[in-house]
Each structure stands twice: as C-alpha cells, then as structure tokens.
C-alpha cells in the first residue's frame, strides 16, 4: 500500500475512534441527564464533527453507502420499513456509533490490491480547510489552521489542557489580526490604550474588540481558567501556574472560538 493512502487511512483510525470515545459519552450523559440545554449543545456539536468527517470519507457524495448510513441513522423505521418519525436522541448516538464503527471496519479492511480502486471512492483527499480565509494576514491563516486541527485531536485524546490553551491562542490570535486590520488609530478613537497591540493584555484586546463592534459578546461565555491562560503552563508542562483544565473548560472555550470565529467571517 502506498505510504500516503497508510498514513491518511491511520489519521482517519485515530479521529473516528476519538469520535466514538467521544460517542459513548455522550450517550451516557444524555442516559442520565437528557434536558440539560449544555447535555444537548454536546450531543449537536459531536453529532456535526460525525457528518464532517463521513462528509470526508464519503467524498462529499450523499449516495455513498456511509453517508446514507449517517443520514438513516436519524430515522426510527416503522414495521414496514419506512421511515416513521425522528428517533431518540440515544438511539441515535448508538446508531451513529455504529456508523463509524463500520468506517472504521471498512478502512482497516483496505488491502493492497484494492487499495487504489478505493482510493478515489471510499477514501477521498479532504478538501483544503478554508475555515480562516477571513484573516487578513496571509502568514497567519495556515498557522491558525493547522493549530485548531491540533486542538481537535487533543480534544478527541482528552489533552483538555492543550485544546483549551490551543483555542485561546487561536482566539487572541484571529482578534488581534480584526484589531490590526482595524488600525490603532481608529481604535483609539473609540477610547482603546495607546500603546501598541502587542502590548494589550488578553482581556483588553477582547474588550477594545467589543467596542469596536469587530465581535459581540460571545467572550463573556469563555471560562475563567481560559481567561487567564496565559498564566497556564505550556502543553510540555512548564512556566505558568498549573490549574485544573476540564473538558467543560475546553469544549466550552472551543465553543466561543467558534461564535467569535463566525463574528469576524458573517459569510460563513
């Protein structure tokens, strides 16, 4: 088999088995707590990361056999077999489970002989990220980029600590560029510090943002330990002060990135 269709099939392995980690905790929280509007915001946002990445495997095609199995798995069949109603909501993290289960099956299954008729079906490239095309800088958008695809798989690996920190520095990183692009002049104006950008502490480049109307208020969601991440220690565990990071802490704060994301990009 090819070098490149082994490593893309073994980054597909890792990601669909983080999501069905991530599944079957889903389902167990939604077994014990199913109203909670936080319990339903997860069990959404899980459910959307599945239909990206069978999108993917699919090659975007919603005939292909995975994602009409993603599409089924939503439908409660009566005896007949048509389709009745919605099902519940824990019938269907089962079934999406299962769903990626038989990806997962389907990929370890590709042999050498098939490997190249598979390839451009079953296995498709993934189309190029465009989520930060709204950034002005151009040296910043890969940077950013690859560092929110970094903080996806710490996520789906439980390094809660690295996605929050990962998701912060993406965040300061997407509003300095809005704030830079707005120029420091024109923020003064509406009543910023004069010094420069760089300089601005976190919560001031929020705030000045805010003001300037570049974001809404979609930062006041962002938990405490993520306001102060600077002071966290890095990924390898030094410099900062080393506060517990939760995976509410992490999702929630991945969560905002997303909101302020669409802020800066309406057309997205």
């Known amino acids: 088999m090819d070098e490149t269709l082994r490593a893309q099939i073994q980054t597909y392995l890792s990601h669909l088995d983080g999501l069905i980690r991530r599944g079957r905790q889903v389902c167990?929280?939604?077994?014990a707590d199913p109203s909670?509007?936080?319990?339903?915001a997860a069990t959404r946002s899980w459910q959307e990361d599945c239909g990206i990445?069978?999108?993917q495997l699919s090659g975007g095609s919603k005939a292909h056999w995975l994602a009409r199995s993603f599409s089924e798995a939503f439908l409660l069949r009566s005896a007949s077999g048509l389709a009745a109603e919605a099902a519940l909501p824990t019938e269907i993290?089962?079934?999406?489970?299962?769903v990626l289960e038989q990806a997962v099956e389907s990929l370890t299954g590709m042999d050498d002989?098939?490997?190249a008729n598979k390839q451009s079906s079953a296995l498709p490239e993934a189309p190029p990220p465009r989520r930060f095309e709204f950034v002005h800088n151009p040296e910043l958008r890969p940077i950013v980029?690859?560092?929110f695809t970094d903080g996806q798989r710490a996520l789906e690996q439980a390094d809660y600590r690295t996605a929050m920190l990962t998701s912060c520095g993406i965040l300061e990183a997407i509003v300095t560029d809005a704030l830079e692009h707005k120029g420091l002049s024109?923020?003064?104006a509406s009543g910023a510090p004069a010094e420069k950008i760089s300089d601005w502490s976190f919560e001031t480049r929020i705030t000045v943002a805010e003001r300037a109307g570049l974001i809404r208020g979609g930062c006041a969601r962002l938990p405490a330990v993520a306001r102060g991440y600077r002071d966290q220690p890095d990924p390898g565990g030094h410099n900062g002060t080393n506060t517990t990071v939760t995976e509410r802490d992490a999702r929630q704060t991945g969560q905002v990135l997303r909101v302020i994301m669409r802020d800066l990009d309406p057309g997205r």
């Open 28 to 31: 167990e929280t939604l077994s």
């Open 53 to 55: 990445t069978v999108n």
């Open 145 to 147: 980029e690859q560092a």
């Open 36 to 40: 909670t509007g936080s319990v339903i």
């Open 93 to 98: 993290v089962e079934r999406l489970i299962g």
């Open 113 to 115: 002989t098939s490997s």
């Open 186 to 188: 024109a923020l003064v």
